[in-house]
């Protein structure tokens, strides 16, 4: 009765294709249930302002690119790069080679079935031999057929590994493509400001080169100070100096900025904004961090890494049970090549099999605990993951909130910073101060103007890199539907078909 019953279990599992993997439970989020609030939290930038644009409550994931964006360089830029970007393309190519190892381990479900063909030519001796006749010739045509009844399902909990390990790599693809948008957007805002900081340099540079000539000429005629002269040449040279650096780095994120294209910089491209008129979406609502499981594929990408090690576990399990095994032939045997099709040559075999481990050294149980092992390391690895996108999203939010009125403060601090060098130049021309005084003017105006373009392009940064955090990027416009992450990229590359039938299947 006992072994009538575990044969109805055995046949019970492998008809409804079960396996011997635990039940899949999701771990716990391990942060809090909403993201920080108060504070500089509480100060996030509305679209009140003049000239701004609101995301009127659209989530980042549904939020297209080329809505984000409004600078028609940028997009052709972002553009670009979806097309020809290697690590992208490397992204890829990892996919597909992940689908087809999928296809291999789950081709194991199926029979085998092969056309065969053979000739044996054997010699006895002639002591041993029948009939004298020492040399013997076999000929046989037919097909072999194999299988394993994955009655445990070891062969089911594999593919299902691989399944997930396929998922995975096309969640890898998609954060991939996502991360490529900010980056190219990211570089393009620091080309953008360089070449502000360019613009302000060579002002300070023209101004002190002219006060630098006039003091001189005081200087010649006997009139100026050596004092005042220095005073005035330490500005000039730090400004050249300056702009050797800049330009420098200008020519260096350019070259960046070609790397991330895959390609050099197109003549064509279209006209482009200043830092200025950047007009990214401000006010992209955070949502809950719960809303990040969906969104973020960096996650989804480690829960399905969780997957593929429960599904190991199966597989592990499933090895100290029997292995049954069916193979067997069909053909034509004869022991001349022309009576191969002759009437009674057919030939069959039938050889199941059942294998059933006793000692194995005990690998079979270490393979089962390293299976546990690796499951709970990507419980760990799933649970960074998502502790990280909390981190990011948090710092962006805290950043959201701070820019704005540090820029309000710097574009005033510049603007009492121009008005003073204008008074001092005023004073030291009348003679009632020193050069010093218009020399610190003018230096320290010259931070101020760099402070405030940095701070404007940290800004923009900090925007697309929580639009990123969001999981923005994947889509190209407001509406579209959502691709399968191990969808083709739309954007004139060449690229494999989509998997997902073929992953989804069996």
């Not at 085998?112 to 001796?125: E, F, G, M, N, W």
């Not at 220095?230 to 420098?248: D, F, I, K, P, Y």
């Not at 392009?457 to 509406?479: C, D, F, K, P």
Request: charged fraction near 20%.
């Amino acid at each position: 009765m006992q072994k009538h019953s575990l044969i109805a279990v055995a046949a019970a599992l492998f008809a409804a294709g079960c396996t011997m993997a635990p039940k899949y439970e999701r771990p716990a989020a391990p942060v809090t249930s909403t993201f920080p609030t108060g504070g500089v939290y509480d100060a996030q930038p509305g679209a009140a302002q003049p000239g701004a644009r609101s995301a009127n409550g659209m989530a980042a994931a549904d939020i297209g690119w080329r809505d984000f964006f409004v600078d028609p360089r940028m997009q052709r830029l972002i553009e670009i790069a979806l097309k020809n970007n290697r690590d992208l393309r490397v992204s890829v190519l990892n996919m597909q080679a992940s689908q087809a190892q999928f296809r291999i381990v789950r081709a194991g479900l199926f029979p085998t079935l092969d056309a065969a063909a053979s000739q044996t030519k054997q010699r006895t001796p002639k002591n041993l031999s029948v009939f004298g006749n020492t040399i013997s010739n076999s000929y046989s045509v037919g097909l072999n057929a194999s299988w394993e009844i994955d009655f445990f399902g070891r062969v089911q909990s594999l593919k299902d590994q691989a399944l997930a390990q396929y998922l995975a790599t096309t969640q890898a693809r998609k954060a991939a493509e996502i991360s490529l948008v900010s980056q190219v957007a990211n570089q393009y805002l620091t080309v953008l400001e360089l070449d502000d900081l360019l613009k302000v340099t060579q002002g300070t540079l023209k101004t002190a080169e002219e006060s630098y000539r006039i003091t001189k000429l005081q200087f010649d005629n006997g009139t100026g100070s050596e004092l005042d002269l220095r005073q005035a040449q330490t500005v000039v040279e730090q400004a050249g100096a300056n702009l050797q650096s800049q330009e420098r780095l200008r020519a260096q994120a350019e070259n960046a900025l070609v790397l991330l294209l895959g390609e050099p910089l197109p003549a064509d491209l279209p006209p482009g904004l200043t830092l200025s008129d950047q007009n990214l979406l401000t006010d992209i609502p955070a949502g809950l961090p719960s809303d990040l499981l969906t969104r973020r594929p960096d996650i989804m990408e480690a829960e399905e890494n969780l997957l593929a090690a429960n599904a190991n576990i199966g597989a592990a399990r499933a090895a100290f049970f029997p292995k049954v095994s069916l193979t067997g032939s069909f053909g034509t045997l004869s022991p001349t090549l022309g009576g191969l099709f002759k009437p009674g040559s057919a030939a069959w075999s039938f050889a199941p099999s059942i294998t059933l481990p006793i000692f194995e050294g005990g690998q079979n149980k270490a393979n089962l605990d390293l299976a546990n092992i690796q499951k709970n390391a990507q419980i760990a690895t799933y649970e960074k993951a998502i502790q990280t996108a909390f981190r990011e999203v948090a710092d962006a939010l805290a950043a959201r909130g701070t820019y704005d009125q540090q820029i309000q403060s710097l574009e005033r601090n510049t603007f009492a910073q121009q008005r003073r060098l204008d008074l001092s130049n005023l004073r030291y021309t009348n003679g009632v101060d020193s050069y010093l005084s218009v020399l610190t003017a003018q230096t320290d105006l010259y931070s101020s103007q760099q402070s405030l373009i940095t701070a404007r392009m940290e800004r923009l940064q900090n925007l697309v890199t929580l639009y990123q955090a969001l999981g923005g990027g994947w889509i190209e416009h407001n509406g579209d539907q959502p691709r399968p992450a191990d969808a083709p990229v739309d954007y004139g590359a060449a690229s494999a078909p989509a998997a997902a039938s073929a992953a989804t299947a069996g």
